[in-house]
C-alpha cells in the first residue's frame, strides 16, 4: 500500500512540512512520484520514518541521524540500539519524576525537603568522576598517564557517547552469543557505525587505530577483564573482528 504526504502526516502526526523537509535533505525520499507529481511512500518508507522519529527523540541531529541510517543497516539493530538509548533516558525521566513528586508531596506538607533527595535524577559531573576513578587509578599506576579530567560542558557528550559504546558493545556480544562470525557483514556493519558516530564526535580514528585499540584491551588485565565480564570471549572477538574490518578497508 502507498500514502501520499498528507496520509503519510496523518498516520504518523509529522507535519507536511517536515515531510518535505526530509525529502528536500535527503533523509525520507518517497518510493516514487506518481504521474501527477505525488510523493508516495510505502512500508519501507514508514519504518525508516519510525527510526528517524525515534532518533529525533533522543536528540539526534538530522545529519547524525543520515550518516546512522547511511549504507542501509539492519532494522533490527538500529531498533535495538534505540531501545537500549531511550531505556537509559527513561531511566533518568523516572528517577527526575520521583525527585519532582517528593518535592510536591513535601511542599504540601509544609516540610523542607531532604537536601540531597532534592537532586535526585541531575547526576552529571559527580557521576563521571566516579566512574572514571578506578580507571583513572589504574592507568596512572600502570602506564604513569595522567587523569582524564571531566569539564562540566562535557558531561552531556559524555552521557552520549557512553550510551553509544554501551550499545555497540551489547550489539557486540550479542552476536557472539548467537554464533555470528567476527567477519560476518552485521558484525562489520557495527563497527564501521561506531566508527562514524566517534569520527563525529570529536575522536579521529581510522580501522587500523580501532585494531590496535581492542588489542591493547586484550593484552591489558584491567580492559579484558572488564569485556570478559560482559560476556566470555568478547575481548578475543572484538579483536579479531576490529582486525578483519580493518584488513578489508
Not at 14 to 22: A, M, Q, S
Not at 100 to 121: C, Y
Not at 149 to 156: C, G, H
Amino acid at each position: 500500500m502507498l500514502y501520499t504526504v498528507k496520509e503519510v502526516s496523518s498516520l504518523t502526526n509529522v507535519t507536511i512540512k517536515t515531510l518535505h523537509h526530509y525529502h528536500k535533505v535527503g533523509l525520507l525520499l518517497p518510493c516514487k512520484i506518481s504521474e501527477a507529481g505525488y510523493r508516495l511512500y510505502g512500508t519501507r518508507e514508514l519504518e525508516r520514518l519510525q527510526q528517524i522519529l525515534f532518533y529525533r527523540e533522543l536528540d539526534f541531529t538530522l545529519e547524525q541521524i543520515k550518516h546512522l541510517l547511511e549504507g542501509e543497516p539492519e532494522r533490527l539493530t538500529i531498533l535495538s540500539q534505540q531501545e537500549e538509548l531511550l531505556l537509559i533516558r527513561k531511566e533518568r525521566l523516572e528517577t527526575i519524576l520521583l525527585t519532582l513528586g517528593k518535592s510536591m508531596a513535601s511542599m504540601e506538607r509544609g516540610e523542607p525537603m531532604n537536601h540531597k533527595d532534592m537532586f535526585k535524577g541531575f547526576e552529571g559531573e559527580d557521576e563521571w568522576r566516579d566512574a572514571l576513578r578506578e580507571q583513572n587509578q589504574y592507568l596512572k599506576q600502570t602506564y604513569e598517564m595522567d587523569e582524564f579530567e571531566v569539564a562540566q560542558a562535557d558531561v552531556p557528550e559524555l552521557n552520549e557517547q557512553a550510551a553509544e559504546a554501551a550499545a555497540f558493545m551489547k550489539e557486540m556480544a550479542h552476536s557472539l552469543d548467537e554464533g555470528i562470525k567476527h567477519s560476518h557483514e552485521k558484525v562489520r556493519h557495527l563497527i564501521r557505525s561506531h566508527l562514524e558516530f566517534l569520527n563525529e564526535h570529536g575522536h579521529t580514528i581510522s580501522a587500523v587505530d580501532f585494531a590496535a585499540q581492542t588489542r591493547f584491551f586484550l593484552n591489558d588485565d584491567f580492559h579484558r577483564q572488564m569485556l570478559e565480564s560482559q560476556q566470555t570471549g568478547l575481548a578475543y572477538f572484538l579483536t579479531a573482528a576490529a582486525e578483519a574490518f580493518a584488513a578489508e578497508e
